[in-house]
């Protein structure tokens, strides 16, 4: 009997611990969004965060995007063409990368890249007391350190999601046209005719707003409630990536639902 | 021993009256009383985990006391809303243990951090500032190191010239001696106390290195279990004959504070292990 009771105990511990820890994100990310007055009117502090999580995470998601749109490519050819519909090949590569794969693929590797060094970075300047300091110093480290984080990673990630788009395509382009000979105005006049700018491209861009919301917020929280030790920051990063990936691919699922009614 | 009754205006910066404060179930403080008067330099001495970090926090209002008041010109810090809290913070300066400099910015831009934030100064006056608080502190050379190029005595100098950038009225110091080398160390007590008096500030020194605090300290509490168990001015101190004190000022192992963590007695300790 007591084996069970202590399993149920322990179960309802962590349900509770997770609500507790869920109601303190809610509350640090409204608390953030409330002092970034300062932050917004200081525009050059956001900038420099977009150069170190947006520009610095360039590189790794331009060359995924290739891969994946030659994959694409690949892939979409090898099926496309049983039904005799090679052509369709460009907009199959365009569709799945603007709806789908640029944004959620994006918010991955975003995670990755960018939210495992904001956590890792707001972890260990809270265990070296800067964040303190900040507070002895009269500035609201929220102010100061969260928000323009924030607002870099929600600014940085539709851009991010477009490139890779772009790239993505470009991708599916080599492969399709330059190596198996698809004909290049079918390619380009069939994706044209058929990605729609509301229904698209619109709702592309929301996701990776979305996901960028949620990305940084995950990343920052996870950041500031780490405790101030090697091991707790350490941790600290492994939750962002992984209570990210999860938030982004769950809210992927819903807004699709929305988007598709 | 100082008078608990207080008035509003008084001669002292900072009045701790009957404070308790509690992290979690663990009583940290139970009825603290202390005064720091304007001008002086007052030590904080105590074995480690005896809460004197905690004293400097509740002081600077990131905590709040469970039972007492900390006030600071007259105004009591936890009852103050963060505007006029962050305002009660701009007269203070705060030394952490180990510097807590801005790792991403270069020496001569942490101490322009306080003065970029809070004021509207032009570039070339704060350029000058900088260059006085570093020099101060002799560091005008090194204001493009990053604090990854500074050894342990020069961070915390450059942290000290952080915590002075806007003329503080209060400077906190938060074990200041740990971990530095006898030339160091000679060169941070000689600034705290020149620093104190050239600022007319007052300070207050959280620590337990006796020799090197009694020399150039005014005044010093002595903290254990949460109270304050002696207080007095080095000279009375050191002639002390309270168990406590005379084992804290001359190091010896074991006495009030014993050398052993609580435990059965040895010897049946011992015969139990050999019958299992």
Redesign the interface.
Known sequence: MAPVLKTLENIGHKVIDGILRLGYGARFFIYSLRVSGESLRRFPLVIREIYFTGVMSLIIILVSALFVGMVLGLQGYNTLQRYGSSEAVGVLVALALVRELGPVVTALLFAGRAGTAITAEIG??KA???L??M??????PIA?VVAPRFWAGVISMPILAALFSLVGVFGGYLVAVQLIGVDSGAFWSQMQSNVDFRDDIVNGVIKSLVFGVACTSIALFEGYDAPPTAEGVSRATTRTVVNSSLTVLALDFMLTAFMLH | MNPVTSTPVSDNIVEIDNLSFSYGNRLLHKGINMRFPRGKVVAIMGGSGSGKTTLLRLIGGQLKPSIGEVRVEGKVVHEQDDTALYLLRRKMGMLFQFGALFTDLSVFENVAFPMREHTDLPESIIRDLVLLKLNAVGLRGARDLMPSELSGGMSRRVALARAVALDPQIIMYDEPFAGLDPISLGVIVNLIRRLNDALGATSIVVTHDVHETFAFVDYVYFVSNGQVVAEGTPAELRESAMPFVHQFVHGEADGPVPFHYPAPDYQQDMLRGTST
């Not at chain 1, 507070?135 to 609201?140: F, G, L, W």
């Open positions: 260990l300047m070296t007391e800067q303190s300091a507070e002895m110093m009269a500035i609201n100061r």
